[in-house]
């Protein structure tokens, strides 16, 4: 994959739907991050701390799972807009006059520094990505040598049966092109991530009505694709909506209408770094003390 943005993601329009949507973690965010957590039975490390990216949008419940599976572990919650920080201070942080919080280890409402957590967990965020191969460096920057990131997107198979109406009515495409987990595996590497295991599955949600299920996408996001509409629609444009919707979207036998969405979910480990060969090397003291590390066994 070309080492550059999406080229059909809008990032003006995912900036302003970071800024505005809603401070809440949508039911599937959760489900999806319930069905990463038992991922974890196979990961052996215990982390000494970890990072959690977005987690008012990722899971609020599952955070709170994850806690108490790493209640030993220092805590960083990662939020980019001051407002979701401040919703993650209220539903994570205990309150200040909590015994249970003066024995507790530190929770940090804040980005990881630099080598700094050895688990780093993102559910359903890099799909939204402007610029996502400089997200993985972020990441891949907050973690220690030997840590590891657990991470979940949504991929091209998303919301297949509506765009199908929409390319049927000659529509605007109703989403952003989502990438393969084959090319965020090839992205992990690029960025100097070792060892990526990929696997996806597909969720088939129902629902009674096309108006809810349009409620729940506009929960869960925005269409990103520099061609979408260009302006407001009106009313008779969601009458129409509506109406090809229920003309035109799959059903299950009990009348349910009917939306897959493609779940991709990574794991990586953060190996130590190569240093090319050449007459003349530099070597950050990080880098050279990290390969010392990695020498002698130590993370």
């Not at 069905?35 to 970890?50: E, H, N, Y």
């Not at 302006?231 to 979207?249: I, K, P």
Request: proline share 8%.
């Amino acid at each position: 994959m070309p080492n550059d943005r999406p080229p059909t993601l809008d990032p003006i329009a995912v900036a302003r739907w970071q800024r505005v949507a809603p401070a809440a973690s949508p039911w599937l965010h959760e489900e999806v991050a319930q069905r990463m957590q038992d991922r974890l039975q196979w990961i052996k490390l215990q982390p000494q701390a970890w990072a959690h990216w977005g987690a008012v949008r990722g899971g609020l419940q599952a955070h709170r799972q994850l806690a108490e599976k790493y209640s030993n572990a220092t805590c960083f919650v990662a939020e980019a807009q001051k407002q979701y920080a401040q919703v993650a201070i209220d539903k994570i942080a205990m309150p200040w006059w909590n015994p249970k919080r003066w024995r507790a280890p530190a929770l940090h409402v804040e980005a990881p520094p630099a080598a700094s957590v050895d688990m780093l967990w993102a559910n359903m965020a890099l799909h939204e990505a402007a610029d996502p191969q400089a997200l993985l460096a972020r990441w891949h920057e907050a973690l220690h040598v030997g840590g590891f990131l657990m991470f979940s997107c949504l991929g091209p198979d998303s919301a297949r049966e509506l765009r199908a109406v929409y390319q049927a009515l000659g529509w605007p495409p109703a989403g952003h092109e989502l990438t393969d987990m084959h090319d965020w595996g090839d992205m992990l590497v690029q960025t100097g991530f070792s060892e990526p295991v990929m696997d996806m599955e597909r969720i088939t949600l129902t629902y009674e009505t096309p108006q809810r299920m349009l409620q729940e996408l506009r929960e869960l996001g925005r269409n990103f694709h520099p061609g979408r509409f260009p302006a407001l629609r009106g009313r008779m444009w969601r009458a129409r909506l509506l109406q090809a919707l229920t003309q035109h979207l799959p059903r299950q036998a009990d009348g349910r209408f009917t939306l897959t969405f493609e779940v991709i979910y990574g794991h990586a480990l953060k190996a130590p770094p190569k240093i090319r060969v050449s007459a003349q090397s530099a070597v950050s003291v990080q880098d050279m003390r990290a390969m010392l590390q990695g020498s002698r066994g130590g993370s």
